[in-house]
C-alpha cells in the first residue's frame, strides 16, 4: 500500500513561488497516475493537477502557466512547481496516487497524503 508524504508548503508573498513534493513510499508510484488537489477554508477540494505514469499532464484552466506538475521515479517523488501565485492559490495541497487519468480529467483514488499548505499573502 503506497504512503504519500507531502512537503514544501509554507508562507509567500503574491508573486511568489513554492515547489510541492509528494514523496512515496511502500510502493513504486512508477506505474501510478499522480494528482494535486488543493481545499481552501470553508470550499470543496478541487483539482489542481495531474501527471500520468508517461508523464503526460493536465492542469486546472486557472493554474495554466503557473503550475508545473513533474515526475521522478527514481526518487518516487512527485512534484508541483508553483509560480505567480495569488492570494486566491491559498489552501491546503494534497496529492493522491493510482486515479484515473485521462488527456481532459483525473479520477481521485482512496490514497490521499496529509497534506502540506500553502498560504499566499498579498
Known amino acids: 500500500q503506497v504512503q504519500l508524504v507531502e512537503s514544501g508548503g509554507g508562507l509567500v508573498q503574491a508573486g511568489g513561488s513554492l515547489n510541492l513534493s509528494c514523496a512515496a513510499s511502500?510502493?513504486?508510484?512508477?506505474?501510478?497516475?499522480i494528482g494535486w488537489y488543493r481545499q481552501a477554508p470553508g470550499k470543496q477540494r478541487e483539482f489542481v493537477a495531474a501527471i500520468s505514469s508517461r508523464g503526460s499532464t493536465n492542469y486546472l484552466d486557472s493554474v495554466k502557466g503557473r503550475f508545473t506538475i513533474s515526475r521522478d521515479n527514481a526518487k518516487n517523488t512527485v512534484y508541483l512547481q508553483m509560480n505567480s501565485l495569488k492570494p486566491e492559490d491559498t489552501a491546503v495541497y494534497y496529492c493522491n496516487a493510482g486515479g484515473y487519468y485521462s488527456s481532459t480529467h483525473y479520477s481521485y483514488s482512496d490514497r490521499w497524503g496529509q497534506g502540506t499548505q500553502v498560504t499566499v499573502s498579498s
Open positions: 511502500g510502493s513504486p508510484i512508477s506505474i501510478n497516475a
